[in-house]
T-cell receptor, first 113, second 112 residues
Framework: NAGVTQTPKFRILKIGQSMTLQCTQD?????MYWYRQDPGMGLKLIYY???????DKGEVPNGYNVSRSTTEDFPLRLELAAPSQTSVYFC????????????FGPGTRLTVT | GQQVMQIPQYQHVQEGEDFTTYCNSS?????IQWYKQRPGGHPVFLIQ?????EVKKQKRLTFQFGEAKKNSSLHITATQTTDVGTYFC????????????FGQGTILTVHP
């Protein structure tokens, strides 16, 4: 199993541009998550999904959108990139909810200039 | 909303010294998880604690969950250079269905 994969690994965007961060898992996990990690700030939840077709906001959803059309894929969309969105983005998945460990992808390092 | 605070933010130790990081929640937790992130890497699950007062050990690592289920600690005995990285606690409360709240992490540096 590849686990959780994310593309791209690195990206530089100009202010106002849009992009989609891809996330795929091959563990048949129901729950998927998007986090952002800023230096010294831990992980902040952006959006999460408890199954195909079901998504909900996390702690910091503004400026982002998600969709979950399949169990495997959970893309994160940035519509109008802003410098405040410069961060490392991690996708994660878990078999179920709170009492199951989360498996993280390798991350996407995004810079908005 | 639920807050999880972790201290210290940084810790420098000499190889062989012990290390402890503490995690405190503003609300009672249903369970707490610990993750380790190596420099440049992604978080990797270490352990989960569920019961009040629970203590679990993994080789040189000892994890504790407080009696009130509002705090936790990770203790590493005789640190090694392979222990370097950031250690995160992540708590789940009764109203945070499907979501973990992560602490800001403790960055551990081990000097050989």
């Amino acid at each position: 199993n590849a686990g959780v994969t994310q593309t791209p690994k690195f990206r530089i965007l100009k202010i106002g541009q849009s992009m989609t961060l891809q996330c795929t898992q091959d563990m048949n996990h129901n729950y998927m998550y998007w986090y952002r990690q800023d230096p010294g700030m831990g992980l902040k939840l952006i959006y999460y999904s408890v199954g195909a077709g079901i998504t909900d906001k996390g702690e910091v959803p503004n400026g982002y959108n998600v969709s979950r059309s399949t169990t495997e894929d959970f893309p994160l969309r940035l519509e109008l990139a802003a410098p405040s969105q410069t961060s490392v983005y991690f996708c994660a998945s878990s078999y179920a909810g709170l009492t199951y460990e989360q498996y993280f992808g390798p991350g996407t390092r995004l810079t908005v200039t | 909303g639920q807050q999880v605070m972790q201290i210290p933010q940084y810790q420098h130790v000499q190889e062989g010294e012990d290390f402890t990081t503490y995690c405190n929640s503003s609300t009672t937790l249903s369970n707490i998880q610990w993750y380790k992130q190596r420099p440049g890497g992604h978080p990797v699950f270490l352990i989960q604690l569920v019961k009040s007062g629970e203590v679990k050990k993994q080789k040189r690592l000892t994890f504790q969950f407080g009696e009130a289920k509002k705090n936790s600690s990770l203790h590493i005995t005789a640190t090694q250079t392979t222990d370097v990285g950031t250690y995160f606690c992540a708590g789940a409360g009764g109203t945070s269905y499907g979501k973990l709240t992560f602490g800001q992490g403790t960055i551990l540096t081990v000097h050989p």
